[in-house]
């Protein structure tokens, strides 16, 4: 049974750092690519990171590009996200997720989530 569990999230401040882990079970995760998704309250689900399952290529969207790093340790199947300078606009459910695809593609159709973990930055 495929299955994502994310942990890590919690409240800091502004400034501030968390990482995230999504641990897999049920395949290994270097098999396909990975993403990380978040949503706050009222606005639409958005693509933060992705790291690829063959050359371990790794994407970021623009918002997050240069504070965030994805990675990925095959030893304990599980993908990190790395969070530095947090910024009140980064509060959200951050979910893990994979289309079951070897390449990054925030388009397809994401068939495995796990069940989030709230992120909150505030003072």
């Known amino acids: 049974q495929v299955q994502l569990v994310e942990s890590g999230g919690g409240l800091v401040q502004p400034g501030g750092s968390l990482r995230l882990s999504c641990a897999a079970s049920g395949f290994t995760l270097d098999r396909y690519a990975i993403s990380w998704f978040r949503q706050a309250p009222g606005k639409e689900r958005e693509g933060v990171s992705c790291?690829?399952?063959?050359?371990?290529?790794?994407y970021y969207a623009a918002s997050v590009a240069g504070r965030f790093i994805i990675s990925r340790d095959n030893a304990e199947n599980t993908v990190y996200l790395q969070m530095n300078s947090l910024k009140p606009e980064d509060t959200a459910v951050y979910h893990c997720?994979?289309?079951?695809?070897?390449?990054?593609?925030?388009?397809?159709?994401?068939?495995?989530w796990g069940q989030g973990t709230q992120v909150t930055v505030s003072s």
């Open positions: 790291i690829s399952s063959s050359t371990g290529s790794t």
């Open positions: 997720a994979t289309d079951q695809q070897r390449r990054c593609n925030w388009n397809h159709d994401f068939t495995f």
